[in-house]
């Protein structure tokens, strides 16, 4: 079935460590988005890429980074710089960014908790 | 910049009945809105997509409208489901700009069997 698979589920991440969650899509999809969920936040975009080797700044990149090697990867390193990581993190594609008519998908999430 | 509310924040209504769910957004000049489904502790489903030179769009018991003029887009749920329990999220793409979905914080949906 075509569809993102984001990596793992759930994870622990001690003070001053980097983490690193995957996100896979098999869509053949040009764009794909990171985006962090606080409770009673909504959704806040991270980063974005609209084509390999390419990718954007969002609304909170500060702390996050990224790479866009290959169409269907899009990995999400949340380092150290990130003063309050814990967040449900999401990872999303589309078409293209444009979303001209363009439905956008989602994966099922990765909880990220500091401890 | 697009800003996206959804009032109220949480509704609760008996199995059966027929139910609004309100989005209101401050830039006229939006391109789509999209409704969006979110089980607890998981990622996001579309449920429509209405372009901003459509009104509504329908799917089943959904029904999603526009109103560019107001404001507003509203999604209406038919012979509502306990199954429908979920958090309801509208977002919208602006026309200018950044051209990036601008979510609302949604609201959580409770049908009581």
């Given amino acids: ?29 040009d764009a794909m988005y990171w985006y962090r969920q606080d409770p009673g936040q909504g959704l806040r975009l991270i980063y974005y890429s609209q084509i390999v080797n390419d990718f954007q700044k969002g609304d909170i990149a500060e702390g996050y980074s990224v790479s866009r090697e290959k169409k269907e990867s899009f990995p999400l ?39 | 910049k697009q800003e996206v509310t959804q009032i109220p924040a949480a509704l609760s209504v008996p199995e059966g009945e027929n139910l ?13 809105l999209q409704w969006f489904r979110q089980d607890p502790g998981k990622g996001l489903t579309s449920l429509l997509l209405i372009q901003s030179s459509q009104r509504e769009q329908t799917s089943g018991r959904l029904n999603a409208s526009l109103d560019k003029s107001s404001g507003r887009s509203t999604l209406y749920i038919a012979a509502s489901q306990p199954g429908d329990s979920a958090t309801y ?15 609302g914080t949604g609201t959580r949906l409770t049908i009581i069997p």
């Fill in chain 1, 77 to 115: 390193t949340v380092t150290s710089a990130q003063k309050n990581p814990t967040a449900f993190y999401l990872c999303a594609s589309s078409i293209d960014t444009r979303a001209l008519g363009n439905t956008i998908y989602f994966g099922e999430g990765s909880w990220l908790t500091v401890v």
């Fill in chain 2, 89 to 103: 999220l509208c977002a919208g793409i602006s026309n200018f700009g950044n051209e990036k979905l601008t979510f």
């Fill in chain 2, 20 to 32: 609004v769910l309100n989005c209101s957004f401050t830039d006229s000049a939006i391109y789509n």
């Fill in chain 1, 1 to 29: 079935d075509g569809g993102i698979t984001q990596s793992p589920k759930y994870l622990f991440r001690k003070e001053g460590q980097n983490v690193t969650l995957s996100c896979e899509q098999n869509l053949n999809h």
